[in-house]
């Protein structure tokens, strides 16, 4: 919830980007998602990093498809899709 101009303000769904405490709560948002999995346990992902909405990490799997798939299945971000 926010007030601006006399007016109070409450966002029903997603995250505002706007206010770096917004920021903050994207952050640990996706953080409670992927440590739930351990994403950072698994010898096939040696290097995963996220900020805000940006995620990159190095997969070792035969090809491009089976890496897509496995971050796809492995991270569910309830009502967020990364692609």
Not at 5 to 25: E, H, N, P, T
Not at 57 to 79: G, H, M, P, Q, R
Request: with cysteine; aromatic share 14%.
């Amino acid at each position: 919830m926010c007030q601006f101009d006399g007016k109070i303000y409450r966002q029903v769904r997603g995250l505002a980007m706007g206010i770096v405490s917004s920021l903050d709560l994207a952050n640990l948002y996706s953080c409670f998602f992927e440590d739930r999995v351990g994403v950072h346990s698994y010898p096939d992902i040696p290097f995963y990093k996220r900020y805000i909405d940006d995620c990159l990490s190095l997969v070792y799997t035969k090809d491009e498809l089976s890496a897509k798939c496995l971050l796809e299945n492995l991270i569910v971000f309830d009502n967020c899709t990364i692609e």
